[in-house]
């Protein structure tokens, strides 16, 4: 008798089940919970990603207007699919929306 083939609980249903259907289940939950963040063109983006700015945009609180066409490197993901996390020099903690950004 192999692995696959034991019986065990699942807590969610209340049902005996094998641990294939289990593993089976916990890898389709993890892929649902998984937030997908698209650029202004539709493109998927990934942390790391080098993007640019598609439209002037005033920085609340900096002070600064940061140009059409300004590239901003390393980005990450939130987790938000509506935003991103920058570093761009002079402003801390830079917070932009997908869709202003086009994926380079």
């Keep these: 008798m192999s692995d696959d083939d034991e ?3 699942d807590e969610e249903t209340g049902e005996w089940i094998t641990a294939r259907e289990l593993r089976s289940k916990k890898a389709d939950a993890a892929k649902a919970d998984e937030v997908v ?3 202004s063109l539709g ?4 942390d790391g990603d080098q993007v ?3 439209k002037d945009l005033e920085v609340k609180g900096a002070g ?3 140009r059409r066409g300004t590239l901003i490197k390393s980005i990450r993901l939130t987790g938000d699919p509506q935003e991103i996390d920058c570093r761009y ?3 801390k903690g830079l917070v932009l929306r997908a869709e202003f950004v086009k994926k380079r």
């Design 43 to 46: 493109n998927v983006l990934a």
């Design 89 to 91: 020099e002079g402003i």
């Design 64 to 66: 600064q207007v940061l």
């Design 37 to 39: 963040v698209r650029d």
């Design 52 to 54: 640019t700015l598609i």
């Design 7 to 9: 019986y065990v609980y």
